[in-house]
T-cell receptor, first 112, second 115 residues
């Protein structure tokens, strides 16, 4: 079945550093792929998505490209800020069902 | 537009008790899903309702149940609570059309502690 393997954290970076959080998936067909972010004390928010191969999702300076050759959807940001400190989840839907499978989450801490 | 509202935010219960959590989706959203989040297991899908019918169910025991009302509001119930049920329970709503093409919008969750 569909599954997601996500780089585990925690990840600690300095402000303005480059960020990469790895995500690889196993899926039937080519499902949409998502990155969600969870700030402290809150639920998850959709950060970005890509609906087909080679699509690039982007939002708030974050980007991720849907690569079917490597079955990956790595999250990147060129210059992180303290406010980016959160837990990031890669996710994909179960085919034919209205539900998501999530990676284990990566806790990101940005130090000033 | 108001977001997904979950009540209560925090609950403390004793083993063996039961609990009911409530979720009000975004106006116009007909699909409501529930997820359990724990440090050990991460985010796990519980069930999903659409137009008052359970469409999908995760691998949880029968102690976990839910329902959806005609106004799309949803409740989930956990009976005979166990220590391992301590978790953050997240509700998410979406338009829920036939294809998975509308993102989930999550509430801030209900933090359940079982003692």
């Amino acid at each position: 079945g569909n599954s997601v393997t996500q780089m585990e954290g925690p990840v600690t970076l300095s402000e303005e550093a480059f960020l990469t959080i790895n995500c690889t998936y196993t899926a039937t067909g080519y499902p949409s792929l998502f990155w969600y972010v969870q700030y402290p004390g809150e639920g998850l928010q959709l950060l970005l998505k890509a609906t087909k191969a080679d699509d690039k999702g982007s939002n708030k300076g974050f980007e991720a490209t849907y690569r079917k050759e490597t079955t990956s959807f790595h999250l990147e940001k060129g210059s992180v800020q303290v406010s980016d400190s959160a837990v990031y989840f890669c996710a994909l839907p179960i085919q034919g069902a209205q539900k998501l499978v999530f990676g284990q989450g990566t806790r990101l801490t940005i130090n000033p | 537009k108001a977001g997904v509202t979950q009540t209560p935010r925090y609950l403390i219960k004793t083993r063996g008790q039961q609990v009911t959590l409530s979720c009000s989706p975004i106006s116009g959203h007909r699909s409501v899903s529930w997820y359990q989040q724990t440090p050990g297991q991460g985010l796990q899908f519980l069930f999903e309702y659409f137009s008052e019918t359970q469409r999908n169910k995760g691998n949880f025991p029968g102690r976990f149940s839910g329902r959806q009302f005609s106004n799309s509001r949803s409740e989930m119930n956990v009976s005979t609570l166990e220590l391992g049920d301590s978790a953050l329970y997240l509700c998410a709503s979406s338009l829920g059309g036939p294809a998975f093409n509308s993102p989930l919008h999550f509430g801030n969750g209900t933090r359940l502690t079982v003692t």
